[in-house]
Structure formats: C-alpha cells, structure tokens
C-alpha cells in the first residue's frame, strides 16, 4: 500500500516497540486489558467492521483457526470500533471463540495509538500484530483494507517467537550446565 | 497477486487434473458446503475449458467447520472415494458434492460415493472412524501456512490469487498471459 493511500497519522507499531497497553470492553459488562495475557503471545487483528457479507471472512478465518493458535499458546483479541452489543450479535451469530474489544469510546482510540486507525472513514485499518509474552511487538503487517491477509504471515512470526525461546532454554540449560 | 505462497508446493499427496507439466497451475483451497465455492465450481471448470492443456489444476480442502456443519464429512468422504476408488473417482466424488451442496448428509454422500462405483460401506467405516481427518488437516494446515483468506482461496503458479475469481473472462486472460509469458522463458 502505497503511503497515499494511508489516513491514518502515525504508522503501524513496528517490531521491538512495547506494545502500548489497552483495557477495551469484550462484552457489555466486561473488560479485556493486554495485560491480562502477560506471559503467552498475543496476536492483535485489527479489523474495519463486524458483519462483512462474506463467509469465511478474516475473523470467520481466524476462528477456524483456532487448534492451530491453541498449539503456540497464543490469545487472539479481535479489535473494531463496533460497540460491545454489536461484537456480542456477531460473536453468537458466527460462533466466535475469541474475544472482539470494542475500541468504541473514545472512537478509535486503541487503534489510533497502534497506528491503525484510518481517520477519513472512521474504522480501523485491517492490520496484524504479534506479541510476545513480555509484551513487546514481534511482528505487524497493514494490509489493504480490501484485501483479508490470510494467517501465514501470523504463524511465521509465532514460530520464529517459539524457535527463540527454545535456543534461550538451550542457552540457559547450557549455562546451568556449565556451573555444576 | 499477493507475497501469501503455496506451502507446501503441488506434490504426490495432491488431487490433480489435468496435463502433469503444464505451465500453469491453479490450485483452490475449497469447502464442500461454502456457497462461494459451489459458484466457483463452473468458474474453474470454463477455465479448465479455455486453458486446455496449459492449465494443471489442483483441489485441497479447506473446511470451515464453524460455519459449516456438512463440510468436513463431506471433505472426508471425497478423500475416503480417492482412497477407495482412484483419482478419478475423486474428481467425480468433487464434482457430485459441489452440484448437490443441498444435500450434504452423511447418507447423502454415502450415495454420492456409491454413484462413483465405490463401496459406500468402506466410506461409511471411513467416516464413522475419522480415517481420513489427518488427510483433511493436513490440506487445512498448508491452507493456514499459505496464507488462505477465505473459501475459494485460489492460488496461481504458487502464489495467492487475489484478483476476482468471479470475472471468468479476467481471470482467464490473467492465466493466459502467465502461460504465454512461461512459454517465452
């Protein structure tokens, strides 16, 4: 995409930034902070609206997903400006297992700070982020709005997160080793 | 086209139609019971008319098993009819699934498998002990590595197709330019 095409004013959360933390409402009477999922990765989908005509749809892919994220113990958060009643509608219609946050007031703001807020039409961008367990960007990728990136992106950074922690626990059983 | 790739390449595992080296290849990552896959069905079938011998074609599945409750039966009796009855029986099996995604019911598909000449009781044990699951997931899996965004998700000389399959007419013009501009290299 081309930076013309861009509306929003700060770009994308890049690798190696701390992600900027969050607390959005899930459902009508609850709150999803990112906090909450300290310790495992997280994978942000940023997305325009609920309720795309199509099946199979970014968030319907991702669902179906949903054994092949439980392998690397990610927790994935849905992130639109609809409102909580809105996500709940949707959720039990197309039988969502993730939370979707409500980025819903202030409008947007969530998505503003991640840069991924498209200001001239109001929704956020259809952007991907993964991060790691102690909080830190690992990946992001802004996709064309018309365009469903598809999970392969997500997955090449959840193993490459996965490789570097094996390597840390085969540095760290080396280093134990050393010292008997 | 888009960077998502074909992960893992055309191989021996795949259901192919078609001449084995032609210079182009079109593979669809496909849900038996998605309305969006059964439109496409004759889309892909006017290409494999105009393409001829210079389209290779293959079929993996890709059910959406939360929006569809038929699906993944019916991916498991297409490979339990492959299993059983040969590729060609598959494609038959393919082609009998998609004209009649009305009806998806195991004993509808234990007809559709018979109709292919293949023991409906063999795909019955099949189904009922989940045989072919790991051969279904396994297609799901390099969906998810490949980058597939929804059902149809075609993908041309191994990279994701994101031009509107439902335009027959451009995307055949698309393949023809690739097979012509792999016929001048």
């Not at chain 1, 940023?46 to 092949?68: H, L």
């Not at chain 2, 009819?81 to 019911?105: C, I, T, Y």
């Not at chain 2, 998810?144 to 007419?169: C, I, K, L, Q």
Request: charged share 20%; with cysteine; glycine share 8%.
């Amino acid at each position: 995409m081309t930076s013309s095409e861009r509306s929003t004013s700060t770009p994308l959360v890049s690798a190696g930034q701390i992600a900027p933390p969050f607390e959005l409402r899930a459902t009508p009477d609850q709150t999803v902070s990112l906090a909450d999922f300290r310790g495992r990765p997280v994978v942000l989908v940023f997305y325009p609206a609920d309720w795309s005509p199509v099946c199979g749809d970014q968030i319907g892919i991702y669902n179906e997903m949903a054994a092949e994220f439980a392998e690397y113990g990610a927790q994935v958060l849905g992130i639109s400006v609809d409102g909580a009643w809105c996500h709940a509608a949707f959720r039990d219609a197309r039988h969502i297992h993730f939370p979707l946050l409500a980025d819903f007031e202030p409008k947007g703001d969530v998505s503003r700070r991640y840069g991924a807020y498209r200001e001239k039409d109001g929704f956020s961008e259809r952007a991907l982020v993964v991060i790691d367990a102690a909080g830190v960007v690992r990946w992001s990728y802004l996709s064309p709005v018309g365009i469903n990136p598809g999970a392969d992106g997500i997955f090449a950074a959840l193993d490459a997160l996965t490789s570097e922690q094996r390597s840390q626990h085969a540095d760290a059983a080396a280093g134990a080793a050393t010292h008997e | 086209m888009s960077n998502a790739t074909l992960n893992p390449p055309v191989g021996p595992q795949d259901h192919v139609q078609g001449a084995p080296h032609a210079p182009v290849t079109l593979v669809e990552y496909g849900d038996f019971e998605c309305g969006h896959c059964g439109r496409a069905h004759p889309v892909v079938q006017e290409l494999q008319r105009q393409l001829g011998d210079t389209l290779r074609f293959v079929y993996r599945s890709f059910p959406l098993n939360q929006a569809h409750p038929h699906a993944e039966h019916a991916a498991e009796a297409a490979e339990s009819v492959a299993a059983h009855g040969g590729e060609d029986a598959f494609w038959e099996m393919h082609d009998l699934l998609f004209e009649n995604q009305e009806a998806l019911e195991d004993e509808d598909l234990l007809a559709y498998a018979a109709s292919t000449g293949v023991d409906e009781q063999a795909v019955a044990s099949d189904l009922a002990s989940g045989a072919m699951a790991t051969r279904v997931h396994q297609d799901f899996r390099s969906g998810v590595r490949s980058g597939v965004n929804g059902t149809p998700t075609f993908f041309v000389n191994g990279r994701r197709y994101d031009g509107d399959w439902t335009d027959v007419e451009a995307f055949a013009a698309d393949l023809h330019a690739l097979a012509r501009a792999t016929a001048a290299r």
